[in-house]
C-alpha cells in the first residue's frame, strides 16, 4: 500500500478545518480616545506569538490602552487585569527662568511600570532611573555651584477605577500613593511623602474630553517638615485623527518654602499611537508663577 496515496486527499479535505477568513495576526486599529479622547471601544488584542496557539485560542477582549502621562493629570482608566503596562520618560529637561545663574535638571528613564491586577485595580512603580541637578552659582556674590547626579525615589501608587473603565462618558478614579526615599543624598530630600489623588474624565463630544485631579498630599519643605500640599490640576484633550490626540492644561500646587505660595504651570503636548499598544509623547510644561521654569520632555509608552 502506498500511504501517498491516502495522505494527500486527507490533507486536502482537512483543509477548511484550519483555513480562516480572517487574518489573525492583525487587529482593528483602535481610537486614541482612551487617554483624552471620546469614545470607549473593545477591541481584540494581538494574538500570541505561537501560530498553534494563535489558531486555536480566541482574541481576547480589552480596553483600549490608556496612560497617565503626558499630562500631570491623572488618567482614570486602568490597565487590563493580567497585563503590563511600561509608561517611561525618555527626557526630561527642567530649566529655571527666574534667576541669571544657570539651575537646570535632567530626568533620564522615567519609568511608571503597571500590572493590571483586577479588571478595575492595578499597581503602579514610578522610579527614576538617573537625575542630574546641576547649578552654576554665582561667584561675584561667594555663591558656589554644585554639580549632583544619582538615581532618584520610589514612588508606589495603586489605581482603583470606581466606574467608566468600559464604557460611558464619565469615569473616575482614586490613586492613593507613597514616595520611598530611596534617592542618593541631595538629589532627593530623604523624606517619606505620600497622599491620595481624585481624577475624572468627560467626553464633551465633538472629540473633546475634559479631564481633572485633585490631589491631597503631605510633602516636605526646605527644613524638612510636612506640609499638607494641595493641588488641582484640568486638561482639555482635542482628538485629531484617530491616532494623534493634543492637549492643553492648567495644573496648581500649593507650596510651603519661607511661606505658602503657589506653583502654577500651563502645560500643551501631543500623544501618537503607532500601534494600539504603543503610544510616543511630548510636550512641555511652562512654570510661570512660584518657581518659574519650562519643562520639555519626550517619552514612550507600550503594554502587553
Given at each position: 500500500?502506498?500511504?501517498?496515496?491516502?495522505?494527500?486527499?486527507?490533507?486536502?479535505?482537512?483543509?477548511?478545518?484550519?483555513?480562516?477568513?480572517?487574518?489573525?495576526?492583525?487587529?482593528?486599529?483602535?481610537?486614541?480616545?482612551?487617554?483624552?479622547?471620546?469614545?470607549?471601544?473593545?477591541?481584540?488584542?494581538?494574538?500570541?506569538?505561537?501560530?498553534?496557539?494563535?489558531?486555536?485560542?480566541?482574541?481576547?477582549?480589552?480596553?483600549?490602552?490608556?496612560?497617565?502621562?503626558?499630562?500631570?493629570?491623572?488618567?482614570?482608566?486602568?490597565?487590563?487585569?493580567?497585563?503590563?503596562?511600561?509608561?517611561?520618560?525618555?527626557?526630561?529637561?527642567?530649566?529655571?527662568?527666574?534667576?541669571?545663574?544657570?539651575?537646570?535638571?535632567?530626568?533620564?528613564?522615567?519609568?511608571?511600570?503597571?500590572?493590571?491586577?483586577?479588571?478595575?485595580?492595578?499597581?503602579?512603580?514610578?522610579?527614576?532611573?538617573?537625575?542630574?541637578?546641576?547649578?552654576?552659582?554665582?561667584?561675584?556674590?561667594?555663591?558656589?555651584?554644585?554639580?549632583?547626579?544619582?538615581?532618584?525615589?520610589?514612588?508606589?501608587?495603586?489605581?482603583?477605577?470606581?466606574?467608566?473603565?468600559?464604557?460611558?462618558?464619565?469615569?473616575?478614579?482614586?490613586?492613593?500613593?507613597?514616595?520611598?526615599?530611596?534617592?542618593?543624598?541631595?538629589?532627593?530630600?530623604?523624606?517619606?511623602?505620600?497622599?491620595?489623588?481624585?481624577?475624572?474624565?468627560?467626553?464633551?463630544?465633538?472629540?473633546?474630553?475634559?479631564?481633572?485631579?485633585?490631589?491631597?498630599?503631605?510633602?516636605?519643605?526646605?527644613?524638612?517638615?510636612?506640609?499638607?500640599?494641595?493641588?488641582?490640576?484640568?486638561?482639555?484633550?482635542?482628538?485629531?485623527?484617530?491616532?494623534?490626540?493634543?492637549?492643553?492644561?492648567?495644573?496648581?500646587?500649593?507650596?510651603?518654602?519661607?511661606?505658602?505660595?503657589?506653583?502654577?504651570?500651563?502645560?500643551?503636548?501631543?500623544m501618537y499611537s503607532i500601534t494600539p499598544n504603543v503610544i510616543l509623547d511630548a510636550g512641555a510644561n511652562w512654570f510661570f508663577r512660584g518657581d518659574e521654569a519650562i519643562n520639555p520632555f519626550v517619552g514612550l509608552s507600550w503594554r502587553f
Amino acid at each position: 500500500m502506498n500511504p501517498a496515496r491516502y495522505l494527500l486527499p486527507a490533507l486536502l479535505l482537512s483543509a477548511p478545518a484550519w483555513a480562516v477568513t480572517d487574518d489573525p495576526w492583525t487587529t482593528k486599529p483602535q481610537k486614541l480616545s482612551d487617554r483624552l479622547g471620546t469614545s470607549r471601544t473593545i477591541t481584540p488584542a494581538a494574538l500570541p506569538l505561537n501560530p498553534d496557539q494563535a489558531i486555536q485560542t480566541k482574541a481576547e477582549e480589552v480596553r483600549p490602552m490608556a496612560t497617565d502621562r503626558p499630562d500631570q493629570t491623572d488618567g482614570v482608566y486602568t490597565v487590563p487585569k493580567g497585563w503590563w503596562q511600561f509608561e517611561t520618560g525618555l527626557l526630561s529637561y527642567s530649566r529655571r527662568l527666574d534667576t541669571d545663574n544657570r539651575n537646570e535638571s535632567f530626568i533620564w528613564g522615567e519609568v511608571n511600570a503597571k500590572y493590571g491586577l483586577t479588571d478595575s485595580i492595578d499597581l503602579q512603580l514610578i522610579w527614576q532611573a538617573w537625575a542630574e541637578n546641576r547649578y552654576r552659582g554665582d561667584p561675584g556674590n561667594g555663591e558656589d555651584g554644585f554639580a549632583r547626579e544619582g538615581v532618584n525615589d520610589l514612588v508606589a501608587r495603586v489605581k482603583f477605577n470606581l466606574f467608566g473603565n468600559d464604557g460611558g462618558s464619565w469615569a473616575m478614579s482614586v490613586v492613593p500613593f507613597v514616595k520611598i526615599p530611596t534617592a542618593k543624598h541631595k538629589i532627593g530630600n530623604d523624606m517619606w511623602e505620600g497622599g491620595m489623588s481624585i481624577n475624572s474624565e468627560v467626553d464633551l463630544g465633538g472629540g473633546f474630553t475634559l479631564g481633572n485631579t485633585i490631589y491631597a498630599q503631605a510633602l516636605a519643605d526646605n527644613d524638612d517638615t510636612l506640609h499638607f500640599s494641595p493641588t488641582v490640576t484640568a486638561v482639555l484633550g482635542y482628538e485629531v485623527t484617530d491616532s494623534l490626540v493634543v492637549y492643553g492644561e492648567i495644573y496648581g500646587q500649593n507650596r510651603v518654602d519661607t511661606e505658602r505660595f503657589w506653583q502654577t504651570s500651563f502645560d500643551a503636548g501631543f500623544m501618537y499611537s503607532i500601534t494600539p499598544n504603543v503610544i510616543l509623547d511630548a510636550g512641555a510644561n511652562w512654570f510661570f508663577r512660584g518657581d518659574e521654569a519650562i519643562n520639555p520632555f519626550v517619552g514612550l509608552s507600550w503594554r502587553f
